[in-house]
C-alpha cells in the first residue's frame, strides 16, 4: 500500500517491459502523491544509460527512493523492466523520478532497439531533467557504451516538434584520478560529434546543440571502492534539485510542461503516439491534454453546480414565489464554481481553458436561464397583483382615474425594475425589458378595463339619476295632460339634464380624456334622458284609452271637490259628458306625438275638429274630407309620431262606445232620482183632497185618540221607510226598487217588532224593581 507522508518514498510501475502503460497504477499514484494540487509546481527527472550502470542505486541514494537495484553477487543482468516512477522523498517542489530500463541489454538483442527509442522519446518529452547516467572510462572511446545512447537520445529528439529545452545532466560514475575539469570538454567534445552526425530536418542543420539541451556535467565517485565520498557527492547533487523549476534552476525551459492534474493523461498519450511510432507533437499534444482536462473539470463543476444544495433550494423557492436576492445568491453559486475551475486550470493552455470556462458558463446559464425566467415571471405576476389592489384602493380613496393610474403605474413598475435589479445575474447579459413590456401591457390592458368599468359606472349611476329623476314626473305629466303638458316636460328633461350633467362633467374630469371623447360621452347622456322621456310617452301612449277613460270617469263621476257625484235631477249631464270628453280629446292629442322641441302642430286643432262636438267627420256624406284618413300627421315627423290620426279616430271611436254606458247609466239615475224625489201629489190633487176631505178632517179635530192613532201609524210608516231605504232602492228604477223592497220587507218588519218588544220588556223590569226592593225593606223592619 502506497503512502501519502511526504518522508516515505511512493512508486509505482509506469510502463511495463511489454510496453503497457499502466493507468491504473498512475491513477493510484498521482492520487497518493497529491500531484494534482501542485499545478504547475512539480518537476520531473529522468534516468538513462546502460544496463547495470548503478542507475537505479544512483536514485535510490539522490532521491531517497525504493527502485529495485542489481545484485553484484548474482551478476550483471537486467534489474529494471520498462519505466518505474517514483516521488523524490524531501525535496520541494514535488519532483518525479522515471527510472528507465537500461540500453544495450542482453535481454533484449542487440537488434531490438525500438523500446529504447520510445522510452528515449518518452524520457525527453516528459521529463525537466534528463540524467545521463555513463561510466568514467568511456570518455574519449570511440566505441563507448554511452554513444549508442546519446545517438538514440539525438535522434528521437527531432521527431519532437518545436520541442523544449531539456536539462542533459551528465553523470560520470566512477571517476577516475583525472580532474573533472579535464574530462569536461572532452565529453563535450564527444557529445558535439554525435550531434552532429546526427541526421538533422532541414529547418535544424544549422541548429545548434545548445538550442534544445542545457547539457551539465557531475562526477560521483565509485559507490563500492569509495562508499562515504560517494554518499557525499551525491547529497552535494541532492542540493541542486531543490527548486529546480525557479529561474536560474536546474530544470530547463517550462514552456510545455503540463498542469499536474493533467499528467496522468499526458503521459499516457504520449506514450500511445510514440508506441504508434508518430511524431510526437508537443504544442499540439499541450493544447490536447489541455482540452481533455479541462473539459473534465468543466464536467465536474458542472455536475457539483447541479447538486449544490443552494441551488436546489433556489430553484425549488423561485417556483412558488419571488426569492430576495436571487441575482446575488445565484451569481455568487457560479462565481464559485467558476473560480474552483479556475483553480484547478490556471495551469493549462490559456486560449484552451478560457474556451471551455466560456462553454462551462454558457451551460450554467442554460442551466439556471429557466430559474431566472421563472423568477422574473414571479416578480411581474406577483407586482401585477399589487398594482391591482393598490389601484382599486387609490380609486376607493376618492383619488382622480388618470392620476390613480399614473402614480399606481409608475411607481410599481419603478419596483419591478428594482426587484429584477435585485435579479440580475452577474454572469449573464439577460435583457428583462420582453418581461418589462409584458408587465407594462398587462397593467395597461387592466387601467384600461378598469377605465371602461369605470365610466360604466358612473354612466349608469347618472342614468339611473336621470331616469328616477325623469320617469316619474313624465308619467305625471302625462297622467294630467294638458295644453302646458309638453312645454312643462321640455321645462323638466332640460333641468335634470342639466343637474346631471354637471355631475357627470365632474366625475369625467378625474379620467383626464380628450375633449371628444367628453363631449361625445355627455352628447350620449343627452341622448339618455331624452330617450328616457320619449320612452315613457311611448309607453303612456299605449295606454292612451286607459288612460282617456280614467279622465271622462274622474271628470264626469266626480265633482270639481272629488265627490261622487250623486244623480239628484239638478245636474247638466250633456255639459258635464262633454267637458269630460273634451279633456279626454286634449289627452288624447297631448298623447298623439312628441314635442321635445319648441315647435308648433295642428293636431289638437284637427282632433277637435275632426273628433269634437259638431265636427265634420260626425256629420254624414263627408267622409272623403275625413282629415284623420291618414298614418301620418301634417307637420310631425314619422319619428315623432305616437298615435297616428287614423289610430286616433280608431280610440276615439271605441272611447265613445265604452264611455256611452256610464253616461246611460247617469241619465237612467237621474230620472228615477227625479221620480222618486216627487212623491206629492200635484197642486190641484191638495186641493180637491182638501176640498173634498174637510168633514173627516174636522171629525179628527174633534175626535183626538183618531189623531194619535193616525200619529203612531206614521211613525211606523216613517220607521219602516227609513229601515228599507225606499228612496236609494228607486234610485235604479221603479221595477229594481219594487224587487228589492219585497225581499226586504218582511225581514225589516219583523225586525222593528222585535226591536219595540224588547224596548218594552226593558221598561217593565225598569217599573218592577223599586216595588221589589220596597216589599223587601218592609219585610226587613217586620223581622
Keep these: 500500500m502506497l503512502s501519502d507522508k511526504k518522508d516515505v518514498c511512493c512508486s509505482t ?49 539522490l532521491f531517497s527512493t525504493n527502485f529495485r537495484e542489481m545484485d553484484a553477487y548474482k551478476g550483471r543482468s537486467q534489474t529494471t523492466k520498462g519505466i518505474w516512477m517514483a516521488r523524490c522523498v524531501g525535496i520541494e517542489p514535488c519532483t518525479l523520478v522515471m527510472d528507465l530500463e537500461g540500453t544495450d541489454g542482453r535481454e533484449r538483442g542487440e537488434d531490438d532497439t525500438t523500446f529504447e527509442k520510445q522510452s528515449a522519446l518518452f524520457a525527453l518529452a516528459v521529463s525537466d531533467i534528463v540524467l545521463i547516467n555513463m561510466w568514467c572510462h568511456d570518455i574519449g572511446r570511440e566505441q563507448a557504451a554511452n554513444k549508442p545512447l546519446l545517438k538514440t537520445v539525438f535522434q528521437v529528439m527531432m521527431r519532437l516538434f518545436s520541442p523544449r529545452k531539456t536539462t542533459m545532466l551528465f553523470v560520470i560514475r566512477d571517476k577516475t ?20 552526425s546526427v541526421p538533422k530536418p532541414q529547418a535544424h542543420e544549422e541548429t545548434p546543440l545548445s538550442e534544445f539541451f542545457n547539457v551539465e556535467v557531475v562526477a560521483l565517485s565509485s559507490y563500492e571502492e569509495k562508499e562515504e565520498q560517494f554518499k557525499e557527492q551525491v547529497a552535494s547533487l541532492r542540493q541542486r534539485f531543490f527548486h529546480s523549476i525557479a529561474p536560474g534552476g536546474l530544470a530547463g525551459d517550462r514552456r510545455g510542461v503540463v498542469p499536474a492534474s493533467g499528467f496522468s493523461f499526458s503521459a499516457q498519450h504520449m506514450w500511445e503516439v510514440i508506441k504508434e511510432n508518430r511524431d510526437l507533437d508537443l504544442p499540439a499534444h499541450k493544447v490536447m491534454v489541455a482540452t481533455v482536462r479541462c473539459e473534465e473539470i468543466a464536467h465536474e463543476k458542472y455536475e457539483s ?23 446575488k445568491k445565484l451569481s455568487l453559486i457560479l462565481n464559485t464554481c467558476l473560480t474552483e475551475y479556475d483553480a484547478e486550470a490556471t495551469f493549462f493552455d490559456e486560449g484552451v481553458r478560457s474556451t471551455k470556462r466560456k462553454q462551462l458558463e454558457e451551460k450554467l446559464l442554460q442551466l439556471v436561464q429557466p430559474a431566472y425566467q421563472s423568477m422574473l415571471g414571479r ?19 376618492g383619488i382622480g382615474f388618470a392620476m390613480a393610474a399614473r402614480e399606481c403605474s409608475g411607481s410599481f413598475m419603478s419596483q419591478f425594475d428594482e426587484e429584477c435589479a435585485d435579479a440580475v445575474i452577474d454572469q449573464a447579459k439577460w435583457d428583462s425589458s420582453r418581461v418589462r413590456d409584458k408587465l407594462k401591457r398587462d397593467i395597461d390592458a387592466h387601467i384600461a378595463e378598469a377605465r371602461t368599468a369605470k365610466l360604466a359606472e358612473v354612466n349608469t349611476l347618472y342614468e339611473t339619476k336621470l331616469h328616477d329623476a325623469l320617469a316619474g314626473p313624465v308619467e305625471g305629466l302625462l297622467d294630467g295632460a294638458c295644453d302646458d303638458t309638453w312645454p312643462a316636460m321640455r321645462k323638466l328633461l332640460q333641468r335634470e339634464t342639466d343637474t346631471a350633467l354637471t355631475g357627470f362633467s365632474a366625475a369625467l374630469s378625474g379620467f383626464e380624456m380628450d375633449e371628444q371623447t367628453k363631449d361625445s360621452m355627455v352628447l350620449r347622456l343627452k341622448d339618455y334622458a331624452r330617450g328616457v322621456v320619449e320612452a315613457k310617452a311611448k309607453e303612456e301612449a299605449g295606454s292612451v284609452l286607459i288612460h282617456m277613460k280614467d279622465r271622462f270617469t274622474m271628470l264626469f263621476s266626480y265633482d270639481s271637490d272629488s265627490m261622487p257625484r250623486i244623480w239628484t235631477g239638478k245636474e247638466n249631464i250633456r255639459a258635464i259628458t262633454k267637458t269630460a270628453r273634451s279633456a279626454s280629446l286634449k289627452l288624447l ?34 267622409e272623403s274630407l275625413d282629415p284623420l284618413a291618414s298614418s301620418t300627421w301634417n307637420e310631425v315627423s314619422a319619428s315623432k309620431t305616437l298615435i297616428t290620426p287614423i289610430q286616433c279616430k280608431s280610440l276615439w271611436k271605441q272611447f265613445n262606445t265604452e264611455t256611452e254606458y256610464i253616461v246611460t247609466q247617469a241619465i237612467a239615475a237621474q230620472e228615477a232620482s227625479k221620480r222618486n224625489n216627487n212623491w206629492l201629489p200635484p197642486p190641484w190633487a191638495i186641493l180637491a183632497l182638501l176640498i173634498l176631505g174637510f168633514n173627516e178632517f174636522m171629525t179628527l179635530l174633534r175626535n183626538p185618540l183618531y189623531l194619535g192613532v193616525i200619529f203612531v201609524a206614521f211613525l211606523l210608516v216613517k220607521a219602516l221607510w227609513v229601515q228599507l231605504d225606499v228612496s236609494g232602492e228607486f234610485r235604479n228604477g221603479a221595477l229594481p226598487g219594487f224587487l228589492s223592497l219585497a225581499t226586504k220587507f218582511i225581514p225589516t218588519v219583523t225586525n222593528l217588532l222585535r226591536r219595540l218588544a224588547e224596548a218594552g220588556q226593558r221598561k217593565a223590569n225598569d217599573n218592577l224593581t223599586p216595588a221589589s226592593k220596597w216589599k223587601d225593606n218592609g219585610d226587613d223592619k217586620m223581622m
Design 177 to 196: 584520478r583525472t580532474p573533472l575539469e579535464n574530462l569536461e570538454p572532452v565529453l563535450r567534445e564527444d557529445i558535439q560529434k554525435i550531434w552532429d
Design 589 to 622: 292629442s297631448v298623447m298623439a306625438a312628441i314635442r321635445l322641441e319648441d315647435e308648433r302642430d295642428s293636431i289638437d286643432n284637427m282632433l277637435t275638429v275632426a273628433l269634437g262636438d259638431g265636427g265634420a267627420s260626425t256629420k254624414k256624406g263627408t
Design 13 to 61: 510501475h509506469l510502463i511495463d517491459g511489454d510496453g503497457v502503460f499502466n493507468v491504473a497504477g498512475v491513477e493510484n499514484f498521482i492520487k497518493e502523491v497529491k500531484l494534482a494540487e501542485c499545478g504547475l509546481s512539480y518537476a520531473v527527472v529522468s534516468i538513462m544509460g546502460p544496463q547495470s550502470s548503478g542507475k537505479s542505486t544512483l536514485l535510490n541514494h
Design 379 to 397: 416578480i411581474r405576476s406577483d407586482t401585477l397583483e399589487r398594482f391591482k389592489e393598490a389601484f382599486d384602493k387609490e380609486l376607493k380613496g
Design 305 to 327: 453546480f447541479i447538486a449544490n444544495e443552494e441551488w436546489c433550494q433556489l430553484k425549488e423557492a423561485v417556483q412558488s414565489h419571488p426569492v430576495g436576492g436571487f441575482g
